[in-house]
Structure formats: structure tokens, C-alpha cells
């Protein structure tokens, strides 16, 4: 059944290569030409593009292999100067690239499936939870529109991440911390996980035993461990960043992974804090101007709805630095790791750990991209096949995370695949997860069911009536603005109901013997 899954899921990406896509298309062309045809010293400097190459060097390297593929498809998509250049070749090898790069996620999923508890038998394949777990990851519907739609290498990276994931599972450790190491140099937003990797590999190889009650002995410290796992982030980084620091090209490389004069918030907005910070300055901005609080004439128009990437100044509110956005972002993982460290619960009290990282480094992070929820969607799927506590988590998490990337998907023929994939995949995550915990309470309540049937009349105004008003031409932002504003609501009361969750979890006296 595993085959029969992944085959399915590869047709369907098969099926979407006329598909729409975003300017995500044109980036990776140019970094397939800037690798190809520049000398490694030109990679970090080269501008002819807008589009530059701001990814770390694994990634660089990654495009530099796909190159020599290219050249069979369409030589002229290696010219750095051709500028958006598209043709069937082009567009068709591109595809093919993500799809053949996901066969890497599909080995990953079936490693995680191999880690699943088998203590919940079900006679019916369809009710097991490994079953469930390969359907959700496999066909997630946000990595099927962002990778195949839109245009990215997400599944690949993902499965790097889900494969370290699954190793520290089985207790491979060094095998886990490799291949996270070579994630962070192939995408660095992954930085995000690094705490709860840290601290769990510190606490589960590092040290080698428990007391009785399960705190930490000290005295089972292991050097050789920490020498082990030193030995392979230096490693690593030697071998990504070694050759630009011989040529003295680290800073340049460093400016280019962090542009922090890119703004708080991205073009679309992000459904985190920051987005409800906007909306609130907004909103007061608004109510200062109608009672004359405010002069008109010294706020600059659609300062933070007009769709651009740049920094701007809030108007009531204090305005937000990167260094603020750090210091929130400390502070929000800070509770995870303490958890982690002091309440052990092995494979699921990592999980937990790594999904709040992800998604505190979301909810507060600077210039955030609405994809970045699916590091946090992705990791928690795991966890929903266990308890019907993080079953009703996800199920909020995933609806809403999924709902706010419509925005990315804007033009007329994408609308009925975006929602009917969205349709499909939701409720197949419901029936599932309801089925596998139908013996427990219901996974949400009726507030939570409320908010996420609304989701169905907000999607109805802004594809369907906005479009047809005069508000189109005054206020073209209102629709972001409220899908930004709306799913923020969401994904913060799943960050908080699952930090709730894990701050008041008591560990089971058995499991603390163990």
C-alpha cells in the first residue's frame, strides 16, 4: 500500500506540470545558470538578476548537479542573462527536477512509518496509523501546492529533515545529527529545529543514563560522544563554507543568507504575531484618523498592505527591529527547551520540542514566508497518529497553516484544483484521525469547530464577491489582510493550546523509571 501511495501522489505531481508558476520558477533557473556557468568565487557576487542566489552552499551545489542535467533539456535556460526565460523543456525538466528530488522524501515518510507504535492494531488497513501517517505527509496538501504549483524544492528538504528525525527515533544519533547538519547548509531556516536537536542530543547521547526518577545523571557524561558530534558539525561546515572563507568570501556569503533590510513582514503576509501586529496598527491608525488623532497628511499610504517586500515604520505602534523579533522568538522557544531538558519523554518530547521551535520561530520570526508553517505542520503529523489531544492540535494547525497559502495561488484556472486538493486532504486528515480516536472525547470542540467552518464563507468573499465590488480598486489588500488576519487567530491558539499542552504534561512514573 505504500507503493500504491507514493505512485499516486507522483502522477498527481506528473499531472500538475502546466500547471501555474510563481516567480520561485525563474530564481532556480538562475541559480542552474549562475552555478553552471560562473566560477565558484562569482556565486555570492553575480546580480544580474534580481533573483540572486541567497541560499547556503549545499544548496548552490545541489543546483550546480541539476545544471549538467539541464543542458540536455535546453541549453538556453543555463544563459544567466536570459531573464525570465521559459520554454516547454525548460518548464518541463524543472518539474521533473522536484518530482525525482522527492523520491528522497518518500524513503523519508517510509522510515517514519517504520517508527510508528504498532501497539494500535486495526483490522482494517485504512484505520492503522501507519497507513494514516503516509497518507498525511505523502499527499500533504500544502508541499503539493507550494513544490508543484508554485514552485520550490520542499519535499526534498523536508525529507532530509523528516529522515533525521526518524533516525534519532531508532536511536542513530550520529546518523541524525549528520544529516541535519547537511539540511542546515542546504536551507538555513532550518536553524529554527537547531535548539531542539541540540538539546535532545545533549540529553539522550551525550549523557548515556538516568536516575531512578528519571533525572540526569551526570557522572554517565560522555566526551567521546561530544567529540563524535563536534567533530561532524565541523566537519560539515568545513566542507560547505571552507572554500568561500580560503577565498575570503564568508561576510559575502553571510549577507546573503540574512537580508535583513527586506522588512518584518513578506509581500504576502505571514498568519503569525507580526500579522495581527499589523492589522492592529492598522485598525488604530484608522480610528485615530476618524477622530482626528492623527494627521493624515504624515502617513504614507498602503505603508504595509501594498504587497511589497520592504521595510516600513508602524504608525501608532512601536515599529519592530530584527533584533526585537529575536529576542520574542528567544523568549517563545525558551519553555520547549526547558520541557525537553528537564521533562524527557524520548522520540515524542522531541517531536514536541521541534514543532514548537518551528512554529514559535514562525509565529515571531522576521521577514517569515507564509511556507514556513509547514515545518511546524510536517513534524506534528507525527505526533497526530499517537494522542487525540495533538490529533485535535494538528487538525486546527494544518487547516488553518494550509488555508493561509491560497494567496499563492492566484490565478483563475488554479481555484478549483487549490480547493478541491484542500477539500480532499482535510477531509481525509478529519475521518482519519476521528476513526483511529473514535473511542476518546471529540479531537475539537464547538468553538474550534466554528472557526474552522468559517474558513469556508471567508474563502467564499475574497474569490467570489470581493472581485465583484468597487473595493477591488480602493482596497485590493483586503483580501490578503483578512486570510492573513483570520488564520493568525488559528495558528496562535494551536501554538499556544499545544505549549499548554506540553507545560502540563506529567510524566507517567513507569516512564520515568524507564
Known amino acids: 500500500w505504500f507503493r500504491a501511495l507514493a505512485l499516486g ?14 516567480t520561485d520558477f525563474e530564481v532556480h533557473r538562475n541559480w542552474l545558470a549562475i552555478t553552471h556557468n560562473l566560477p565558484l568565487s562569482q ?11 541567497d541560499y547556503p552552499p549545499f544548496f548552490a551545489w545541489f543546483e550546480y548537479a541539476l545544471s549538467h542535467i539541464a543542458k540536455y533539456f535546453d541549453p538556453q535556460m543555463l544563459v544567466v542573462e536570459n531573464l525570465n526565460y521559459t520554454s516547454r523543456a525548460t518548464v518541463f525538466f524543472q518539474r521533473l527536477s522536484v518530482i525525482f528530488t522527492d523520491t528522497l522524501f518518500i524513503y523519508a515518510v517510509h522510515e517514519c512509518c517504520r517508527c510508528v507504535n504498532g501497539k494500535r492494531a486495526a483490522k482494517d488497513i485504512l484505520e492503522k496509523p501507519t497507513f494514516i501517517l503516509a497518507v498525511l505527509l505523502l499527499w500533504n496538501f500544502g508541499l503539493l501546492i507550494v513544490d508543484h504549483i508554485h514552485f520550490q524544492y520542499n519535499g526534498f528538504l523536508s525529507g532530509l529533515m523528516l529522515l533525521s528525525v526518524a533516525r534519532l527515533c531508532q536511536k542513530r544519533y550520529l546518523e541524525g545529527a549528520l544529516l541535519f547538519a547537511v539540511l542546515l547548509h542546504f536551507k538555513h531556516i532550518y536553524m529554527y529545529m537547531a535548539p531542539a536537536y541540540g538539546i535532545y542530543l545533549l540529553r539522550s547521547y551525550c549523557f548515556t543514563a538516568n536516575n531512578a ?3 540526569l545523571k551526570w557522572r554517565s557524561f560522555s566526551f567521546l560522544h561530544v567529540t563524535l558530534l563536534g567533530l561532524i558539525v565541523c566537519l560539515v561546515s568545513a566542507l560547505s563554507l571552507g572554500p568561500f572563507l580560503v577565498l575570503g568570501q564568508l561576510p559575502q556569503v553571510i549577507s546573503r543568507l540574512f537580508p535583513f533590510k527586506r522588512g518584518l513582514c513578506h509581500a504576502y503576509w505571514a498568519p503569525n504575531f507580526w500579522a495581527l501586529y ?6 488604530l491608525t484608522i480610528l485615530g484618523l476618524k477622530c482626528n488623532f492623527l494627521d493624515g497628511t504624515k502617513i504614507p499610504k498602503a505603508s504595509m498592505t501594498g504587497g511589497l517586500v520592504q521595510e516600513f515604520q508602524h504608525t501608532v505602534l512601536p515599529s519592530v527591529t530584527p533584533l526585537a523579533t529575536l529576542i520574542c522568538t528567544f523568549i517563545a522557544i525558551l519553555p520547549s527547551v526547558f520541557c525537553l531538558w528537564f521533562k524527557p519523554q524520548g522520540p515524542r518530547g522531541f517531536l514536541q520540542c521541534l514543532v514548537l521551535c518551528a512554529l514559535s520561530s514562525f509565529m515571531f520570526g522576521w521577514h517569515v514566508h507564509e511556507k514556513a508553517i509547514l515545518l511546524a505542520i510536517l513534524p506534528l503529523s507525527l505526533l497526530s497518529i499517537q494522542r487525540a489531544k495533538d490529533a485535535g492540535i494538528y487538525l486546527i494547525l494544518a487547516t488553518t497553516g494550509h488555508f493561509s497559502l491560497f494567496p499563492l495561488l492566484f490565478t483563475p484556472p488554479e481555484l478549483p484544483i487549490k480547493i478541491l486538493l484542500m477539500l480532499l486532504f482535510t477531509v481525509y486528515s478529519f475521518s ?9 472525547k471529540p479531537l475539537l470542540n464547538w468553538l474550534e469547530t466554528i472557526y474552522l467552518i468559517q474558513l469556508v464563507p471567508l474563502e467564499i468573499f475574497c474569490e467570489i464577491i470581493f472581485p465583484l465590488t468597487s473595493w477591488k480598486w480602493h482596497f485590493p489588500f483586503v483580501p490578503l489582510l483578512l486570510t492573513s488576519v483570520y488564520c493568525a487567530l488559528g495558528i496562535t491558539y494551536a501554538w499556544l493550546k499545544l505549549y499548554v499542552s506540553v507545560l502540563t504534561e506529567k510524566i507517567p512514573v513507569r516512564q520515568k523509571t524507564e
Request: include cysteine; glycine fraction near 2%.
Open 432 to 440: 482519519s484521525l476521528k476513526s483511529l480516536f473514535r473511542r476518546e
Open 9 to 22: 501522489v507522483s502522477f498527481l505531481k506528473c499531472l500538475l506540470i502546466p500547471a501555474y508558476y510563481s
Open 278 to 283: 499589523n492589522a492592529m496598527d492598522k485598525a
Open 213 to 215: 526518577d528519571g533525572s
Open 43 to 53: 556565486w555570492y557576487y553575480e546580480a544580474t538578476s534580481e533573483w540572486t542566489l
